[in-house]
């Protein structure tokens, strides 16, 4: 399975929950896949699904789940410690881990070689980080929703890619959109 | 121990109802970051570099807190293309309070270096910005957070050290 599969077979746990999903072919993806109000695209600014998606679990008490992108979470690896420190028990990161930098012409990344993010993210401290093969990927993030506590997927796929479009909604419209769902009881 | 500057710069955070605020320490800030953490109005969550703590108050913005970053200057380089495609690109709203380093009162050479570039780079992302140089200037932070709040953009708040002066 590569991240598009990986995605597609997540849409049914993701529906209707906060979603902040990573930049580039990811969001792109996932909006050709399920486009819902309560899913927050990034256009821009690699690294930061994590770190946007741990600040608004914190804020507010519906679960919460960052779908990021090894490549990412290695440009932003401190946010490992950040969220370890600081536990919100409605968020889930989600790292689909394809070993490569997809939106980019799939190169190798090193959490592809010899680097483990979810060793990464045990010794900053996260204590629920569960590694898995892509096809338990949806069981296992409907078992961290379900479980209460913080908790950190790495799933590791195969590297590609499939033809999507670009996402033509303008980002304050996501944004509306996106916080009328948090105040109207998405993911409740 | 936090001092009057100090306090009355989260005096005016809680009185604008911000609630989320994340740092990275400066040592002209300590006195802010220890206030920080004896107000719970305010949910106070260090980061490690100044980009991740932008994403960290995206996300607290659209979590319906109202966010600001404490950071140094120094670090204006590494939050760029976050100010530019994440708190610009979505209209986040996003008092920067950043201890202006290298200023008139520096103790550092090496602080100097940034501090040439400082509001060239603000300037140049089209961020509005105020340089606090008397402790009398803290009179206009209640009307600045408002301003940001109003226009949904981010400002920065440079406060240097002679701003600190008698505080640190």
Not at chain 1, 35 to 62: E, N, R
Not at chain 1, 108 to 121: E, F, I
Not at chain 2, 148 to 162: G, Q, V
Request: net charge negative.
């Amino acid at each position: 399975m590569n991240r598009y599969e990986v995605l597609k077979s997540i849409v049914p746990i993701i529906d209707g929950h906060l979603v902040v999903c990573n930049i580039g072919l990811p969001s792109q993806e996932l909006h050709m896949l399920h486009d819902q109000p309560s899913t927050f695209y990034m256009l821009g600014t690699m690294g930061l699904a994590s770190s946007i998606g741990l600040g608004l679990a914190l804020a507010q008490p519906k679960p919460v789940i960052a779908i990021d992108g090894d490549g990412s979470v290695l440009t932003n690896l401190a946010t490992l410690s950040t969220i370890a420190n600081n536990p919100a028990a409605n968020f889930v990161l989600l790292i689909i881990d394809n070993g490569s930098y997809g939106s980019t012409g799939d190169q190798p990344t090193y959490a592809g070689r010899k680097t483990s993010l979810a060793a990464v993210a045990r010794a900053c401290g996260c204590e629920n980080v569960i590694e898995c093969q892509a096809v338990d990927t949806a069981a296992a993030l409907k078992d961290a929703l379900g479980s209460g506590r913080m908790s950190v997927i790495v799933s590791k796929c195969q590297s590609g890619n499939v033809a999507v479009p670009v996402i033509e909604i303008p980002p304050v419209v996501i944004r509306d959109r996106f916080m009328k769902e948090v105040a109207a009881g998405a993911g409740a | 121990m936090a001092g009057p500057l100090s306090q009355k710069v989260v005096d005016d955070l809680t009185a604008n109802r911000i609630g989320f605020v994340t740092s990275v320490p400066c040592k002209q800030l300590a006195g802010v970051i220890e206030a920080l953490d004896t107000r719970p109005e305010i949910l106070h969550v260090p980061c490690n570099k100044e980009d991740e703590g932008m994403g960290l108050c995206a996300g607290a913005y659209m979590g319906g807190k109202r966010p600001a970053i404490v950071m140094q200057n120094t670090a204006l380089g590494v939050t760029i293309n976050t100010l530019a495609t994440l708190i610009q690109f979505y209209q986040i709203p996003l008092p920067m309070l950043i201890s202006y380093r290298g200023e008139v009162g520096e103790k550092v050479a090496c602080q100097v270096e940034m501090a040439l570039h400082t509001k060239a780079l603000l300037n140049q992302l089209l961020i509005p910005t105020y340089h606090f140089s008397k402790a009398e200037q803290i009179e206009e932070l209640d009307a600045i957070l408002k301003h940001t709040e109003m226009c949904k953009k981010p400002t920065a708040i440079l406060m240097d050290a002679r701003f600190w002066k008698g505080e640190t």
